[in-house]
């Protein structure tokens, strides 16, 4: 067998196509926009089993992935604790993207490669990158996310739309917070519900994916309304006056918009909150999306991941939702023997209809929690 695919995107979604592809005999040529690592992104990752799948069937070692949370706690306004047994296992963006990078040969990831323009030409995939060079392979993976470009020149009109609230996310060092302020956060998974809002913290892998207790990481994440028209540009403003489209990394807040937001935090949050979000150095934001799309094959190209479906975080399911896509499409591809045209359509009907169900309860989940346009952010 001498197939070749080529995926556009090198994040999570990317790396999970790449190495099971290869993992079946696939050489595989990875192309990233941009020109660094993106293991200094993102932030807690609850592991759900088909990542797990997905990184044993690469051939990856999955015994030191994350911190297991042994119960969850509901933080009440009247400072009670409502308990529940649940085990997790509790992980990060960037201990999942290290350990399928590492398994990827460098030599096929391509960084600072900005797709132009995709086209199929009979059996084969044409792809025209802004240096110019051009790429011909027997499969295209569109793995390139939210702002997916393979997906604008499929789908033009299907873009990611705001969901009326945004995520704050911090991180902060385990050994940062005083060992009385720790504790309620440690081993579990904490949620203090409001009006119209909630905040969750987990413990996460630290630094150089340490799980020795005292160096890992404190993961939090809050949901708040914020209105499109009138003030989701200024949110998305960062600290030298650029216009992010979805999100502001780490470090990249404007002072007015982050002193806004501890502000809010002083006067909302119940009190192991409030330290944890004042003990953050680097908060950052991104906005929750929307995407749905109606098809995912087109001739020899596939969409995966979040350049197809974006469902809600409140699902906790994007990551796996990634893998499975990369696991069905591997599988669909060993069972009709590598024939291109005949394993995406196979896959694509199990895939659009599993999208659809976590787009569909994600904004389930949101509706319940009542995020919604204009809900005041004063109440609670």
């Known amino acids: 067998m001498n197939k070749r695919a080529i995926v556009i995107g090198g994040s999570l979604a990317g790396l999970f196509s790449g190495t099971l592809l290869r993992s079946i005999g696939w050489q595989v040529d990875i192309y990233e926009r941009s020109t660094h690592d993106l293991d200094s992104r993102g932030g807690g990752i609850v592991l759900q089993p088909d990542v797990v799948m997905a990184l044993k069937r690469a051939g990856i070692a999955t015994d030191k992935l994350g911190v297991d949370a042994l119960e ?3 933080l009440q306004k009247n400072g009670q ?8 296992t509790l992980t990060s963006w960037n201990i999942l993207y ?4 590492r398994h990827f040969p460098g030599e096929h990831y391509h960084q600072g490669k900005v797709l132009a323009q995709v086209e199929s030409k009979g059996a084969k995939v044409t792809t025209t990158f802004t240096d110019g060079a051009c790429e011909t392979a027997d499969l295209l993976i569109g793995a390139d996310g939210p702002n997916s470009t393979v997906r604008q020149q499929l789908l033009p009109t299907y873009q990611p739309q705001y969901a009326g609230y945004v995520a704050y996310r911090g991180l902060i060092e385990e050994a940062e917070l ?3 302020e720790a504790e309620i ?9 409001f009006p119209n809002s909630h905040i969750l913290a987990y413990v996460i892998p630290g630094e150089n994916e340490s799980l020795v207790s005292g160096k890992r990481r404190f993961n939090w994440v809050w949901y708040v309304n914020y209105d499109e028209k009138t003030e989701l540009a200024h949110l998305l403003t960062d600290k030298k006056g650029k216009h992010r489209t979805h999100s502001v990394p780490p470090g990249m807040m404007s002072p007015a918009v982050e002193q806004a937001m501890r502000d809010y935090a002083e006067r909302v949050l119940a009190e192991p909150f409030k330290k944890l979000v004042a003990a953050t150095k680097e908060p950052f934001v991104q906005s929750i999306l929307d995407l749905a799309v109606p098809q995912m094959v087109f001739d ?10 974006i469902p809600r975080p409140h699902t906790a399911a994007g990551t796996a939702k990634a893998a499975a896509n990369a696991m069905s499409l591997v599988q669909a591809l060993v069972d009709h023997s590598h ?3 005949n ?11 599993y999208g659809m169900q976590l787009w569909q309860q994600g904004r389930s989940a949101g509706d319940r929690s009542q995020f919604s346009y204009g809900k005041n952010r004063t109440e609670g």
Not at 98 to 101: A, D, E, I, L
Not at 300 to 309: H, P, Q, R, T, V
């Open 185 to 193: 956060f440690t081993e579990r998974f904490v949620f203090y519900d």
């Open 300 to 309: 020899s190209i596939a969409l995966i991941g979040d350049a197809a479906f």
């Open 178 to 180: 005083a060992p009385e």
């Open 343 to 353: 394993a995406l359509q196979a896959w694509e009907s199990h895939q659009l209809s």
């Open 339 to 341: 024939n291109v045209p």
């Open 98 to 101: 290290r350990s399928m990078r």
């Open 81 to 88: 604790i409502e308990r529940m047994a649940m085990r997790q």
């Open 72 to 74: 969850r706690y509901y």
